[in-house]
């Protein structure tokens, strides 16, 4: 194509272009400290079971979304294009595997056990060889997991296929988890949350994770796709191994993240700059504080406690990549001498619990 | 999932769920009198040749999108996945079939004819069996195309792979033109325009189309993929295949529309709502006018002759789905008399050769 | 400039330009049978008052953003940049009202009673003099603008500087009321929305508000403004009167329309586009339906019942201006013989009382 | 508002609600060696000349846009509000000052000299007292200026009501840069290019500029407005000054920036991350690179010289914010033994004169 002539073109076109070329984006979720921040998806199909793409389809979505590590879980017991795709549960992974390894992708060996409730489906990753997972005996199947050094989670365990009336926890489950064979559940799966089952994971001391359960291609536009954020001692499959297993997930959805508070408030203060040099507040004085909010997320605070002698903002939005400006304002003599200001917010957009938020406190130098 | 204890999970996470969800965009690009507008794609790829996916997302992406009308157009000469992938070349158009008469998405039964250059990659389209293209001798795949009642394409003529160079027109085209083996070439593939397949199509009355040649899966984003428009006379593929023959295409990528100037003063004027009601305008007089644009396409006009008795803007852009207003203002007594008020613009995105714009004649009634 | 040396320049400036040019947005809200669907602003402020713009900036931000109608309320009793600011309370009118008329947008004068709780501050709409609303006491003022043949509204009654613990019907309202000289109420304003006052306009039959009480220049972005939609026999500001005085108006904010059930559901229909001819629906089978959305309105339903004879989606959203396709299923021989399927919908964001949503009902031909 | 019962009216007005939010977006164009980087605009307009907005619009504006600092210029001899806009030339900047202190915002106390051509409109900026400049003679104003000490520069030199048929440089302006009384000159303004602005600033030394000339509220959306990029040792109004002095500028506007080419290398180098560790390229090899954008700007770089030894992609984008990949496939033996692979790329976004791109280097260690 000639510039000179048909300089056009090349410009009317970006649109279409920059949506196809080959960019890596960036999600800014900061680590925290000890641990690095890394972005993974462990639940996803490809036609060599029901899915309709071809395996290294997830490895450049994910190097394109900017993710580290997923994990290709495709079903033992259902494959339904076998009348036109041959090969084993191996092959998803070894068609894969190169890709990721050029891509700096982290590629995980998964399987998902796919029975009848209960124990209905069961991912497991971390295996060495899907092919002996193929088991008539679903318990065969799960121990040849565990012997393998599986990882297993139960999906999507409020699918109303499965649990048409209420999301229940089986007796096989309990089996499971007594015997060491379940060790993470979905609390969010494709576009559904499921909040028994966050319960369950508090409540049971499972490792929490939020997965796509992608099927076709992945569509994110704008935004991101549901994930898992491991906080891990590497950006390896051992280091995201250790740190499943010691339970240092959030599940990330939306704007939505749910997990233990300390990670929590901990990506909450590191996704934040701001100043902290006294602020020298006094009675029927205002200071204006501002924030930096470095992360993709939007936080949505709101105050849950009156400042003892100042007033401050009863909510707070920091959106994502902005500075915000907020004051406070002394309205009492007790204030002179306070030395530090603390102020105490939930974020709502930050869950601990199913009827619960994170909340937060600001301590800010006074005098 | 109990709406009253967790309200905000469900918006939160619309971001998702919208670019996920089960629906299909409207492109905006009127009929023209006496046919329908159809968006097309006549190039694209499965896992039963190189692309990857099962074709059954060829047909989702282009109900999502808004198309009409696609072609499978796997290669018969290459199918790197055959190791896994089992099948002949008519399966993926059968694997395809059932969904698009249940989303009402057109299914033009196609192959790609992939020889090296000359002739280099052709689309048979509209034929019936491509199992039987599958010859040795590259004519004789496209005589069994054209005997088949192809209509055949030469696909991205530029592409450097095979004209590393230059753009070329081989003998090979000139005898299979002759031979009315040869109806239409791609002026535009994936994201590449080719200003020399634009001179050949209007010299050798070529059909023009715009394909994707999609491998992988479709992102589009906010934008729009390349497309051919077809102005056929009903939305079946007989009517696509009669439009085909008799030239009736545009070719639209980005913001750019190619083709005949008669097709393109057509859908610009059938996009634009504007009162023509007698103006009234005299010398030292102005008045506005207002432009409603139902398309989605900006349109960037350039003047290109100073009004007769009136000064109108040098630049309007008519920007998608707006109300522009602009002002005429005579300069001279001459216009008090004029009954109709005439202004020539240029318009830069609509593209009838390769140095040339259409020009539009805006004929405003005046007394 | 000249184009063939620099031509990049100009279109790669287009992200500001496009933002900046004079184009008029269109905002797709449905008329009803009747009337026109007027889109309006009537609450806005200027340098006459405390605003920060020149009044012609309200009408320039109206015309872009695709209004019909705006109230410039400057207030009567606050002028605090009367110190560089002269003119008295017509005057914001009187500057705005030629490009109102150039721009054909309908300018409604106004004044804003600025007053403490009770009665805090009302809007006087359709007056003619605002110099004579300058009075001492409130009741005065009131009378005069009431004299006038004002339509008068309750502006944020919920407004926490006046109203700091709970949202508050004073007995000075129930005088004006009973008076006839309260005739409506901002069930919205700027980015609050005041419950107790949807229950208000319901019982005390007020006419509803949405309403920016913008002070300094508007910005929209994507979105659009808080507006007051007015069903209104003409597109005059006589038209408007009677259509407030009358309570044909509904409250848009966000994704939300607040209003009487009667209005929202005619909006919902004459919203959406699908085929009515004979469904056929029998047991065990599947039929799909498509719909259009052709308004600006993302519809959020649930269903509250499920159908009788065959299964329907629990929820469906419908996005602005796409086509989404559902199924119906039948699951009992009972559907065979139904000339009718009437499914019933919440819609999760018309709402028609504090706790309650409109429910629609799709009445589908089955024979 | 009661949250339990209407949570999702919060929600669902997040659209408007953001937009109108109280937060500062960051504009990503980084520091180079010894310079802070920050974004100013010198040329704008209240209604104390012939904007339409307050002078406080300016400063929430630049505060909300990113800006470090902005001069109000608003016209000596231009002042159409005056019947009912009161105050002298200094009074815009005082009623600024304040607030522009509050959000930290340099105010650059400024005024346009606004006179027919030549010589034109000239802005003062860093004057003390803009009553003095109200002169009748226009050397007399511009002698003010400079012997407060001004920064003077000529503005919009190509605007078409003073240059009507081409862009001219006359005596007058030959005659104020002899007298060191002329040191900048827009090369953009509001939404134009002037070529020729951009070969005076090169020949004669004059420093660069863009800017917005804003009347009314600026409207940015998504993109941002035109503006200065100034190089300072400090963020303070004298570190501005100096740097005006010594031309250390790049102007702006859209996706392009103009300016010399050492300053455009670094602005460039210091956006981007990758790593340097020796490539070890051997013939036949192919080895990938990834690049980090961390600016908000896109280049798209076009290679100007085939690599020696090594094929280099023809062109690669580098979206913002966004990681690139792209490949060096060794093509001699003569690859193996180079220490550094140099690739020379123009920068087509990154301008150097009026036919001129930045050429970068790319050097990556090689053993």
């Not at 003599?333 to 709502?348: A, F, H, P, S, T």
Request: proline letters at 4%; glycine letters at 6%.
């Amino acid at each position: 194509m000639k510039l000179n002539r048909l300089f056009f073109f090349i410009l009317l076109t970006l649109i279409f272009e920059i949506s196809s070329s080959q960019s890596r984006k960036i999600i800014n979720i900061p680590n925290i400290p000890g641990y690095q921040t890394l972005k993974c998806d462990f639940h996803m199909h490809t036609i060599f079971s029901d899915g309709t793409v071809w395996p290294t389809v997830r490895v450049n979505e994910a190097w394109e979304e900017g993710l580290d590590a997923i994990a290709i879980s495709d079903h033992i017991e259902y494959r339904p294009h076998s009348k036109n795709v041959t090969g084993n549960h191996n092959t998803s992974f070894e068609i894969a595997e190169p890709l990721s390894k050029e891509k700096n992708i982290i590629l995980i060996r998964a399987a998902e056990i796919t029975r009848d409730m209960p124990p209905g489906h069961l991912n497991a990753l971390f295996i060495r060889n899907a092919n002996l997972l193929d088991r008539e005996d679903v318990n065969d199947a799960i121990k040849e997991a565990h012997d393998q050094g599986a990882f297993i989670l139960w999906n999507h365990p409020g699918w109303k296929v499965q649990q048409p009336d209420s999301t229940v926890w089986w007796d096989e489950h309990t089996y499971l988890l007594k015997n060491r064979m379940l060790h993470g559940i979905e609390v969010y799966n494709s576009n559904e949350f499921y909040p028994e089952a966050l319960d369950w994971a508090l409540e049971k001391k499972l490792t929490m994770f939020a997965n796509t359960d992608a099927h076709g291609p992945i569509k994110t536009g704008e935004g991101h796709r549901p994930m898992t954020i491991v906080f891990s001692k590497s950006r390896t499959a051992g280091g995201i191994r250790e740190a499943l297993f010691s339970k240092r997930t959030i599940s990330y959805f939306g704007n939505t993240l749910v997990g233990e508070s300390t990670l929590l408030d901990q990506i909450f203060f590191a996704s934040l700059e701001y100043q902290n040099t006294p602020l020298k507040l006094e009675n029927e004085v205002t200071k204006t504080i501002s924030i930096k909010n470095n992360s993709d997320i939007d936080y949505e605070l709101e105050l849950v406690q009156p400042g003892v002698g100042f007033d401050a903002p009863t909510e707070i939005k920091l959106p994502s990549h902005r500075i915000v400006s907020f004051e406070l304002t002394g309205n009492s003599d007790e204030v002179n001498l306070m030395k530090n200001l603390n102020i105490y917010y939930k974020v709502k957009n930050l869950v601990v619990g199913v009827d619960e938020n994170l909340i937060v406190t600001f301590s800010i130098q006074n005098i």
